[in-house]
Nanobody, 124 residues
Framework: QVQLVESGGGLVQAGGSLRLSCAAS????????MGWFRQAPGKEREFVGT????????LLADSVKGRFTISRDNAKNTVYLQMNSLKPEDTAAYYC?????????????????WGQGTQVTVSS
C-alpha cells in the first residue's frame, strides 16, 4: 500500500511560481511511476505530468510545457512539480498519483494510488 501526501499549494499572482511536493510511503518508491493531475471546478481531472521510476524520462501536457517541470528524489520518496509563469487557468486542485509500473503514463486510469490534493489558485 502506498500513501501519498501533497503539499505546497497556495495563492499566487499570475506570473509567479510554486513548487508542489508529494511525499510517498513505502520502500519501493523507485519502482513506481508518478504523475501529477489537476481538476478545476466543473471540469474533469486532467493530466499535467508524469515521471518514470528512475526519473530518467518525463512527459508534460502541452498546456504546461516550458513552464512546469516534474522531478523526483527517490532517496526522499518525493516527487515534485515546479510551476513557473503561472496563469489563472492553472487554478485547480492538484493531485499526485502513483502507479505500480515503471514507465510514466498520461492516463488517469493507470494509477492506483492518489493523494488528497492541494489547491493552487492563481489570481490575475
Amino acid at each position: 500500500q502506498v500513501q501519498l501526501v501533497e503539499s505546497g499549494g497556495g495563492l499566487v499572482q499570475a506570473g509567479g511560481s510554486l513548487r508542489l511536493s508529494c511525499a510517498a510511503s513505502g520502500r519501493t518508491f523507485s519502482r513506481y511511476a508518478m504523475g501529477w493531475f489537476r481538476q478545476a471546478p466543473g471540469k474533469e481531472r486532467e493530466f499535467v505530468g508524469t515521471i518514470r521510476g528512475n526519473g530518467g524520462s518525463t512527459l508534460l501536457a502541452d498546456s504546461v510545457k516550458g513552464r512546469f517541470t516534474i522531478s523526483r528524489d527517490n532517496a526522499k520518496n518525493t516527487v515534485y512539480l515546479q510551476m513557473n509563469s503561472l496563469k489563472p487557468e492553472d487554478t485547480a486542485a492538484y493531485y499526485c498519483a502513483g502507479g505500480n509500473f515503471y514507465s510514466g503514463s498520461p492516463h488517469l486510469t493507470d494509477y492506483g494510488y492518489w493523494g488528497q490534493g492541494t489547491q493552487v489558485t492563481v489570481s490575475s
